[in-house]
């Protein structure tokens, strides 16, 4: 006789993972979501250009070296590579980030999540780790993978030798960038439920910020005024990390507090919004 | 204690300086328990409190024996929670919702995706499980955050307003699923609502609560049955001074539709038939004539309007 299946509810009685893993389960589906957005993946794919670019560079240098005199390739080279890509920095950080948390709000998503065995930091944590991964992808892997070319293509690690400093730069840099911007982006998702109203207010960051510096350079004559600029900020520490003299007139250390504040401003605005009950004072 | 699912300590929650819910201690035993009350009672804000969703300014609560302040992650890896508003995750569809809940609450990838597919077809939505949720009607929403709430399967279930925005049929559905939950497959359960027969049907016992305060507990039959006698009365004449002498007797008067007052008798009953004459004596007194006097038998609606007519 076989055994009758009961095909109602049914007790669970399988394996249970331990709590605080559940980041790692928001931030792969939200991985694959991005990716399932066709024109999204044809972005990412995009911002590997400047890379293919920076390839074919190297490998003319190995074959004409006298390309180096006209087109040279040192530590600079690799923070330009770096900040070109700040443009992709961008469009990544509108595309995959303003829907992260405005659309959960939206769907009224958060209750749903708050009332699984999760921390709130343990949200953010994992819709931080869908934007960081994408950021990372278009800024830290391309910079490191032009490193490994530049290697390959001289067959020697003279260059690595002579410019130590270029590895952490390169990670430091692309890390400044990934965090600032995914941030700022998740604080601003958390505003709204609107993912157009978020990438309105992201671009408005960026670009007003700077729109001011540029005004007020043209008032006072002077780039003191740089730490107004998210960018100019980010801009002005990456030439300290690359061991260049800073392009602003503005202290670095003013930049790096002005950066970290506005880390801390992202982080406050998180805590408050991202909660099982919106409270409404 | 040992046999409560949830138990409140002198809870109070406020949002600012309105009080949501003020010095609660109750305990609700393991079965299906309703929590009751009219809007605005704190029901919702007491289940959020549970959750973890919002922190009591003072007292203590624990989930199945766990402090829900010291350890929130153990007491919601416990619970299925059905909220009251409409809530999903954008873009997915009703197999790939569930399981992401599941694999939220720890269960392994490929044991989530076969509980969502158990649980939707438990709740009803089998046949509509690939469908994107945005698609969904409000009936299959409510079925659908009854699945999320069950696919870890959960020792402890809390629906806020399981069955609102639901047609008869589905909300019959609805309610036969909770009852079928906690009379036969052991999930304890606790049902917010202001729908007294959802209760009435679904739960053995009650919490009712008004202005964030309890203003009863116990279990349904004990609290219709011995505290009162209740009597249907329809009289010709003057019908004020003959419910006045009835209060003054010490019973209490409820109005209903179609003329009739429902006459609630307290105490013991000494004499079979005593009631009705004392009913019968007072109309006699004021100068009405009975036309229709028989027993009524009490219903949780009498017990609610009992209980929050009284706090």
């Known amino acids: 006789m076989s055994p009758i299946h009961d095909q109602s ?23 694959q979501s991005s990716l399932s957005r066709r024109w999204f993946a044809v972005l990412l794919v995009v911002s590997w250009l400047p890379f293919v670019v920076g390839t074919i560079q190297i490998y003319a240098l190995t074959l004409y070296p006298q390309v180096n005199q006209i087109w040279p390739v040192d530590a600079h080279r690799f923070m330009q590579f770096i900040e070109q890509q700040s443009i992709w920095v961008f469009f990544v950080t509108i595309f995959a980030g303003s829907g992260l948390i405005a659309n959960d709000r939206r769907a009224n998503a958060l209750q749903i999540y708050l009332s699984k065995p999760l921390l709130r930091s343990e949200y953010i944590g994992g819709k931080f780790a869908v934007l960081a991964t994408f950021l990372m992808f278009v800024t830290l892997l391309p910079a490191l993978l032009l490193l490994v070319m530049q290697v390959m293509f001289a067959g020697n690690l003279d260059f690595l030798r002579a410019n130590m400093y270029v590895v952490p730069s390169v990670i430091l ?78 202290p670095v250390i003013v930049s790096i507090l002005i950066l970290l504040g506005l880390l801390a401003v992202s982080f406050s605005v998180l805590e408050r919004r991202v909660r099982g009950v919106e409270i409404v004072a | 204690m040992a046999d409560s699912a949830v138990t409140l300590d002198h809870v109070s929650v406020a ?87 599941g694999q939220l609450s720890g269960l392994p990838k490929t044991d989530a995706m076969q509980r969502a597919h158990e649980v939707l077809y438990y709740v009803g939505l089998g046949e509509a499980r690939y469908r994107k949720l945005e698609e969904y009607s409000t009936g299959m929403k409510q079925r659908i955050k009854l699945a999320q709430a069950l696919v ?157 007519g009284e706090s």
């Open chain 2, 15 to 101: 949002y600012g300086k309105q009080a949501a819910l003020r010095d609660v201690s109750v305990a609700f035993p393991k079965g299906a328990v309703g929590l009751l009350g009219p809007n605005g009672a704190g029901k919702s804000t007491m289940l959020k409190a549970l959750l973890g969703f919002v922190a009591p300014k003072t007292g203590r609560l624990q989930v199945l024996g766990l402090n829900v302040a010291e350890r929130p992650l153990e007491v919601r890896s416990r619970l299925g929670y059905m909220p009251e508003n409409d809530g999903h995750i954008p873009g997915m569809n009703a197999v790939t919702f569930v399981a992401y809940c």
């Open chain 1, 173 to 250: 840099a692309s890390l400044m960038r990934v965090l600032i911007s995914a941030a700022t982006m998740l604080a601003l998702s958390s505003l709204s439920k609107s993912t157009r109203f978020v990438a309105i207010l992201y671009a408005g960051a960026i670009f007003f910020t700077n729109a001011i510096y540029v005004l007020l350079v043209a008032i006072t004559g002077s780039t003191r005024v740089a730490w107004v600029s998210i960018g100019a900020n980010m801009e002005n520490v990456t030439d300290v990390m690359f061991r260049q003299p800073p392009r602003y007139e503005t």
């Open chain 2, 152 to 308: 870890h399967d959960p020792a402890l279930l809390f629906l806020d307003e399981p069955t609102n925005g639901m047609d008869p049929k589905g909300r019959e559905e609805m309610l036969e699923l909770i009852r079928d939950l906690a009379h036969n497959k052991g999930v304890d359960l606790i049902l917010s609502s202001h729908l007294l027969p959802d209760v009435e049907y679904t739960c053995d016992h009650v919490v009712v609560l008004d202005k964030g305060a309890i203003a009863t507990s116990g279990s349904i039959d004990q609290l219709k049955g011995p505290s009162a006698r209740v009597y249907e009365v329809r009289v010709k004449g003057p019908h004020a001074p003959f419910v006045a002498a009835l209060v003054a007797a010490g019973m209490r008067c409820e109005e209903s539709d179609e003329d009739v007052t429902r006459v609630f008798v307290p105490g013991p009953l000494v004499v079979p038939g005593e009631d009705q004459q004392r009913i019968c004596a007072e109309a006699l007194k004021c100068g009405v004539q009975v036309r229709h006097l028989r027993t009524s038998l009490p219903s949780l609606e009498d017990v609610f309007a009992r209980a929050v």
């Open chain 1, 9 to 31: 509810y049914r007790h669970y009685e399988g394996e249970r993972r331990a709590l605080g893993r559940a980041w790692s389960v928001i931030a792969r589906t939200g991985i």
